[in-house]
């Protein structure tokens, strides 16, 4: 079995660094005179991205992307799923033209029509029956969590070591040896993590049970597969176990599908039959435009009513001005009924099964110890083998040097890799030539990196 080494990796980086520089003198200027943008980017995540700088952005449509250099890139990225939709497609451009420019509108504190259309779509795809909207992802969690506590009235969250659900502060622990600690690199977390935290690994059904066994969980919020650390899929059992073991120690379960939608038209909790008390969903379902969803069961809705003391409707904590705005509200309904239809699910996940095999193909020829994991629509290589159970594990097998690599090689070849480890999402416009092209390039990318067939 091949080592990766080191030197030569090295190598590899300088060259796809100098190549990435000399390819892109625009974006390093515009970067270089960012003076009054902190960390010289919008957002501070932004500076994420492989080479020093990042590509500035000149537009985006479907599958393809262009930089103020004049280069086009075939994008795998998708704004970390936020684009999952492709880049403005057509359908919600028109919606939210219509109600931006033609209606007029976009933020007035007042319903419309079609909110109750993309509430009844939500329902139809993941089951909840009552639905609230919100800005983000991250939103609809914290939101979430402050019924979960309201209705259960108790404190803590349970979450799995390494998940990530947005800037949820309750969520950045791992276990440490007398319950949750602070994830390294927590950025002012208001309390000690075990104040409000409980964590568990994933894929370990004993471990969640010994932490709901201290009766004080209002709520365990995971992801139906870990995303955010590679791909981390479920064994068999586990989701089950997590809803029974939920409901016999009285916690609610809360599933986050911001990620996992890419399992297909009603994301894991349909395609595996699962019963979330409390659903949260963001980023793609707007096509770009800012919004995001959280689902409630009838048993939730029902023991919220019990809480007439609750404020819903003014400060209370839950809910915020331009939540469930018009302009969000046309964007879904357009994103969720016209463009990530059933059809465009087949196609996005056939896509990412050819993506898989070519990866796989790529890494077993060349006999390196990584695995590759897929659900649905998306899928990610992890630096070992087999495939990680946990977060913890999955962490364990980062390595910073194969990420930049990777993401330089292909970059300096018109692919555009998500800028968060590996992972790989297709769009209703990602063609099988595209995922050909990705094939192609990362098997150039493995064999220059254990010399086989380039050395010779
Ligand atoms: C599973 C999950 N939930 C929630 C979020 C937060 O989304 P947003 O940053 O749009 O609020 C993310 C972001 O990556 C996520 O991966």
Not at 238 to 262: K, P
Not at 273 to 294: E, N, R, T, W
Not at 329 to 351: H, K, P
Not at 415 to 434: E, G, K, Q, R, V
């Amino acid at each position: 079995m091949p080592q990766i080494d080191r030197e030569r990796l090295a190598v590899l980086i300088r060259r796809e660094r100098a190549t990435y520089a000399r390819e892109h003198p625009r974006s390093r200027e515009l970067f270089g005179s960012a003076g009054h943008l902190f960390g010289g980017v919008p957002m501070t995540w932004m500076g994420k991205w492989s080479g020093g700088f990042p590509l500035c952005l000149a537009g985006a449509h479907g599958n393809r992307i262009t930089d103020v250099d004049g280069h086009e890139y075939r994008d795998f990225a998708l704004g970390d799923t936020g684009a999952m939709a492709g880049h403005s497609p057509a359908a919600t451009v028109a919606a939210v033209a219509r109600r931006y420019g033609e209606l007029g509108g976009a933020t007035t504190m007042l319903p419309t029509a079609e909110a109750e259309e993309v509430a009844a779509q939500l329902t139809a795809r993941f089951g909840l029956p009552q639905w609230s909207f919100t800005l983000s992802a991250t939103d609809a969690n914290r939101w979430a969590i402050r019924l979960a506590r309201l209705v259960t009235g108790r404190s803590k969250v349970l979450t799995f070591a390494y998940c990530y659900h947005g800037s949820v502060d309750e969520a950045f622990a791992v276990p440490g040896p007398d319950g949750a600690v602070s994830r390294s690199g927590n950025v002012g977390a208001p309390v000690p993590l075990d104040r409000t935290t409980r964590v568990a690994e994933f894929n370990d059904l004993a471990g969640v049970e010994r932490q709901l066994q201290h009766g004080d969980v209002a709520v365990i919020l995971t992801e139906p597969a870990l995303t955010n650390i590679g791909i981390v899929l479920p064994e068999p059992g586990f989701l089950e176990g997590l809803r029974e073991l939920a409901t016999r120690y009285g916690a609610l379960l809360l599933i986050d599908e911001t990620h996992t939608f890419s399992a297909g038209w009603g994301g894991a909790t349909r395609a595996w039959g699962l019963q979330p008390d409390l659903f949260v969903i963001g980023k793609s379902i707007g096509g770009g435009i800012p919004c995001g969803a959280y689902g409630l069961s009838d048993d939730v809705v029902g023991r919220i009513a019990a809480h007439p003391e609750a404020d819903l409707v003014d400060v209370g904590g839950v809910g915020g001005t331009l939540a469930g705005n018009p302009l969000s509200v046309a964007a879904m309904r357009a994103t969720l009924c016209d463009v990530l239809t059933e059809q465009a699910f087949d196609g996005m996940i056939a896509r990412a099964t050819r993506y898989t095999e070519g990866i796989t193909r790529a890494i077993e020829e060349v006999g390196l110890p990584w695995s590759v994991a897929r659900l649905g629509a998306r899928a990610e290589c992890r630096f070992t083998a087999p495939a990680p159970r946990t977060g913890t594990e999955s962490a364990a097998a980062a390595d910073d040097d194969l990420d930049e690599y990777l993401h330089l090689h292909l970059l300096d070849r018109g692919i555009l890799l998500t800028p968060f480890h590996n992972m790989a999402l297709m769009s209703p416009d990602t063609t099988d030539d595209d995922v050909d092209r990705h094939v192609a390039a990362f098997t150039e990318a493995v064999d220059e990196l254990v010399a086989v067939r380039t050395a010779a």
